[in-house]
């Protein structure tokens, strides 16, 4: 019988390098789940989603299989309604392939599993997991790496507006990485934090 696999959930503002921890975990022996690129996928592959987004969008928001996801931001950025719908169509899709991710993962032996998410606790995407590390950066050094992406700043505090602010995601955090010197550092703060969550309790017994 194989041994019970942490679920973790991985979460930090647009900036803070979630992305980055996560492959320094992945190179530890962690399993990862990128909760955003499975809604990407679903988005273009899974029938019953590509429909219910046209029935909320319109036919026209797909152009060749792929969603306008521009346009979709656009829309429910001023429009909460739409938002809620997405939302209720793709997230239970996401939790499902995480549960199933898990169960994979523990049968290959892993000891861990983190889910990789932006909007990790607005999605509800905390339940059922064991821990939350939050990546942190401060906000002058995320701005400079986004621009450096080449984000506007106006578009970039829409993105942020979008998520919880970083001193809501540390009050409800586990864990903390911060993440503003080097790579090196941030790699061994990462490595820290992985051998913590293997020896926190289960949360869900």
């Known amino acids: 019988m194989s041994k019970r696999i942490k679920r973790v959930g991985v979460t930090g503002g647009i900036g803070t390098g979630k992305t980055t921890v996560c492959n320094f975990l992945r190179a530890l022996g962690c399993e990862i789940f990128s909760a955003d690129n499975e809604a990407k996928r679903l988005q273009e592959t899974d029938p019953d989603v590509v429909a219910g987004i046209k029935k909320i969008f319109g036919d026209t928001i797909y152009d060749n299989m792929l969603p306008n996801r521009k346009r979709i931001a656009e829309i429910i950025f ?18 499902r392939a995480f549960d199933e991710a898990a169960k994979r993962a523990e049968a290959a032996g892993k000891q861990m599993i983190a889910k990789e998410a932006a909007i990790l606790f607005e999605s509800g995407g905390e339940k059922g997991l064991d821990a939350v590390l939050v990546v942190a950066a401060d906000l002058d050094i995320r701005m400079a790496r986004l621009k450096a992406r080449g984000l506007s700043e106006a578009d970039i505090h829409a993105r942020m507006s979008r998520q919880f602010s970083q001193d809501e995601l540390l009050k409800r955090a586990d864990l903390v990485v911060w993440n503003n010197h080097s790579l090196d550092l941030l790699e061994a703060e990462t490595k820290r934090a992985y051998l913590e969550l293997l020896v926190l309790p289960f949360r869900n017994t």
């Open 78 to 95: 001023h429009d909460e309604k739409k938002l809620s719908e997405l939302n209720a169509l793709i997230h239970p899709k996401v939790f």
